[in-house]
């Protein structure tokens, strides 16, 4: 059974920094694209992050380039997310996805961490 298990997330005061963790049962991510996408409140969906199978290549969304970074960990089958100087128009609700290549579409998708940036 395909999982994905996030966490690391929490209140942070705005400046700070965060990782979150994603970690995958059931596959091996480094067999497949991974993402970030996060959720504000009450806005829709956006992809933060994404990472290529091999590791090799990796996009970001104009909004947190040079403060967070996408990374893997293939021994522990686990995906990152590192950020840094958060501010508030961070804060929402972050999951990973798994894409599913030839579905062209994201088939298996974690619960989600809250990630706050208050002061």
């Known amino acids: 059974e395909v999982q994905l298990v996030e966490s690391g997330g929490g209140l942070v005061q705005p400046g700070g920094s965060l990782r979150l963790s994603c970690e995958a049962s059931?596959?091996?991510?480094?067999?497949?694209?991974m993402s970030w996408v996060r959720q504000a409140p009450g806005k829709g969906l956006e992809r933060v992050s994404s990472?290529?199978?091999?590791?090799?290549?990796?996009k970001y969304a104009d909004s947190v380039k040079g403060r967070f970074t996408i990374s893997r960990d293939n021994a522990k089958n686990t995906l990152y997310l590192q950020m840094n100087s958060l501010n508030p128009e961070d804060t929402g609700v972050y999951y990973c996805?798994?894409?599913?290549?030839?579905?062209?579409?994201?088939?298996?998708w974690g619960q989600g961490t809250q990630v706050t940036v208050s002061s």
């Open positions: 996805a798994r894409y599913g290549g030839a579905t062209g579409c994201y088939d298996y």
């Open positions: 059931g596959f091996t991510v480094s067999t497949y694209a």
């Open positions: 990472i290529s199978s091999s590791g090799e290549a990796t």
